[in-house]
């Protein structure tokens, strides 16, 4: 692997050795040994023109604990406010020496245009594009997945379980990153939002898309993965169903997560907005792994500079 763009470069092969990286990063922690030396005097830029709890400090936690140096740069306070083009401010971090750059853009296809551009020669990964991907935190998801619904079997896919992603899925790369990822992976994936929340081009993806929350949780689905509601993304002020209507027929609500299995977990790739797309019960309840994702995200992104920049640091010690 040169960049981590799309899930779409990926083979399953390949998804399935990022993920055994990462089983092996978590196991490291968990035998308490907190920073490996592997990318020791590689220097790892944090490139985020949009805001990021989760993806930003996991990327920090991760490259730290590989022993790199990090650079965070986001678009606040810096040059990008008096009009420096995406260009330039690539020039001015490989003049600064990066070995790899985590960009998150509000641009669908930054990313790859940073990656194949010829401005910068270092491993690129997107951390998340506009409304186009966001490969790690599929990774991440699918991570999670496989450690509680295919335990004993760290090695394989995710063969046989049924995923329902529902939610604002016209403005969600997570969902679009999950859906090439998941059924890559063997997995079934239903999408599940209202009409006006699915892209146009949806029906063609390798999944099913339907419109009734609770048809989709009759079928008793392993697992049940909500999305935000992207309101800074709704320009123009229309938001259809109202909001009343959205939490009603697409929220999952206590009483719906009572109808569950008893073995489906509960996913949410954050922020949440509790009280409207997941009751906060809900998201603290046992079936709820959203605070694992989180966890999850340090040990694949480890995983991910690893695959990118361990064999670089190795060639140039030779
Ligand atoms: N899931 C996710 O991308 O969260 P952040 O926006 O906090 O990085």
């Not at 907190?34 to 944090?46: A, E, I, Q, W, Y």
């Not at 099913?208 to 309101?231: F, H, S």
Request: aromatic share 6%; with cysteine; charged share 20%.
């Amino acid at each position: 692997m040169r960049h981590f763009i799309s899930i779409a470069d990926l083979d399953r092969s390949q998804a399935i050795e990022v993920l055994a990286t990462a089983e092996h990063m978590a196991e490291t922690q968990s035998r308490s040994i907190r920073k490996l030396p592997t990318l020791l005097g590689s220097t790892v830029v944090n490139l985020f023109f949009e805001d990021s709890t989760r993806t930003r400090i996991s990327f920090e936690a991760a490259a730290k604990r590989l022993s790199a140096d990090v650079i965070n740069f986001s678009a606040k306070g810096s040059s990008l406010s008096k009009g420096e083009s995406l260009k330039d401010t690539a020039l001015t971090l490989q003049a600064m020496g990066a070995d790899a750059v985590v960009v998150r853009s509000a641009s669908s296809g930054a990313a790859h245009q940073l990656a194949h551009a010829g401005w910068i020669d270092q491993p690129i990964i997107n951390a998340g594009d506009g409304a186009h991907e966001h490969p790690t935190q599929a990774m991440l998801d699918a991570f999670t997945l496989r450690r509680h619904l295919r335990s004993g079997d760290h090695h394989g896919g995710l063969d046989g379980l049924h995923v329902v992603i529902v939610g604002d899925v016209l403005h969600s790369r997570v969902a679009r990153s999950n859906v090439l990822l998941l059924t890559l992976l063997g997995a079934r994936v239903t999408l599940v939002a209202p009409p006006a929340l699915v892209p146009v081009g949806a029906r063609a993806w390798p999944c099913e898309v339907i419109y009734d929350l609770d048809e989709a949780l009759a079928a008793g689905p392993d697992a049940v993965m909500m999305l935000r509601v992207q309101r800074e993304r709704m320009v123009g002020g229309g938001f259809f169903p109202t909001e009343g209507e959205y939490a009603r027929r697409y929220g999952l609500s206590t009483q719906r997560a009572a109808r569950l299995p008893g073995h489906t977990i509960v996913m949410h790739p954050g922020p949440m907005n509790r009280g409207f797309e997941i009751a906060g019960d809900v998201a603290d309840s046992e079936r709820s792994v959203i605070v694992e994702q989180v966890a999850s995200g340090v040990f694949v992104r480890m995983s991910v500079l690893y695959h990118l920049l361990a064999t670089d640091v190795r060639e140039d010690a030779r």
